[in-house]
């Protein structure tokens, strides 16, 4: 009935929702490695990431950043996009410990100037996050990734990949 029909429109919505809150999280985190100076870098992430999986993210993002420094020529993320992204299960669990995941599917773009050639690098990742509330608002405190995978991508005219 009327019940049942309202209960599943609120929970579409809250999925959305969920979704959008996630999707937005998600971008953030690869935001943080445009940044230069350390600070910046901790508090992008700190923005969108939580508890060990910050420390663990924050390390990975100022290790690519000093390996660029020492002239590694180290790629930079030139875009980011979902493919595709669900809630899985229930949504938030429950008023004391509100949370939820989502399984998602990204690629991420980036490029690598090396000795003045230019290589464009897409990588196609599939994943699983936990996203809670905690007192700055929601924010993703696990993650796995479940598969990662180049995917080919065409020469552009005049480069040599």
Do not use: C
């Not at 999986?53 to 790629?75: F, K, P, Q, T, W």
């Amino acid at each position: 009935g009327d019940e049942e029909w309202a209960r599943r429109l609120t929970r579409a919505a809250d999925e959305a929702e969920a979704k959008q809150v996630f999707v937005e999280l998600h971008r953030n985190i690869y935001r943080a490695f445009d940044r230069e100076d350390e600070s910046g870098i901790y508090d992008a992430l700190a923005a969108s990431v939580d508890g060990k999986l910050l420390d663990r993210i924050y390390a990975e993002v100022y290790e690519a950043l000093v390996m660029r420094e020492h002239g590694n020529g180290l790629s930079k993320v030139d875009e980011v996009e979902m493919l595709e992204s669900r809630v899985l299960g229930g949504l938030p669990d429950g008023p004391d410990d509100p949370r939820f995941r989502v399984r998602a599917t990204w690629e991420v773009t980036s490029s690598l100037v090396h000795e003045g050639h230019e290589h464009v690098r897409v990588i196609e990742y599939e994943g699983i996050y936990t996203v809670a509330m905690r007192e700055a608002g929601w924010r993703i405190v696990e993650d796995r990734i479940l598969s990662q995978r180049t995917v080919p991508v065409l020469a552009l005219p005049g480069s040599l990949s």
